[in-house]
């Protein structure tokens, strides 16, 4: 068990709607990050959020949109969904291990499903 | 980043040692080599990293070439638990931002 938390583990929806996952850091963990895992694309960073502000973009689409709360918890919010978009959906906080290490820390996943 | 290559998969036997190797040979000087694994449909989990010595930890040791163009994550005792997709990850730890930039990784299968 990492310590990160995510709601729901499944989530079966229709193209066009729109759903939102949820994640809850470690302890203490002021970062959280998101991540896609679709079966061509393999794992790719979208957003990361530090201490409620945005910190880092990567290949999100302008239809998600993420935020974190001041209890540090994160919201992913998936719109006008399409079939491509069903994947895993994970979330990760950080520590920082010494001088040079991150150590990122995964959630268990969303496994969303367009229909 | 410097660009990472390793092997589509691999398979050992149980109990024997598991070496993956990982080809980064346009690694700068401060970049640091990261390994994580993902067991199936699971998070990826960190198991280690280092710049230029090679690290041991309860978990594997990462051996890395004096000229830091290419590493090797062993894990001395392979389980059927360490069967993963295992990723070698190579990059800066810039302040405030560590989003990890995964590539296709080894499929490790453990074989009883």
Redesign the interface.
Known sequence: D?G?TQTPKHLITATGQRVTLRCSPRSGDL?V?W?QQSLDQ????LI?Y?NGEE??K?NILERFSAQQFPDLHSELNLSSLELGDSA?Y?C?S?VRTGL??????????T?LTVL | DAKTTQPPSMDCAEGRAANLPCNHSTISGNEYVYWYRQIHSQGPQYIIHGLKNNETNEMASLIITEDRKSSTLILPHATLRDTAVYYCIVRVPEAGSYQLTFGKGTKLSVIP
């Open positions: 990492s990160v970062s990050y991540y393999g794992l790719q960073f990361q530090y910190r880092a990567g895993l994970f990760a950080s040079s290490g991150i150590e990122q820390f995964f959630g268990p996943g496994r």
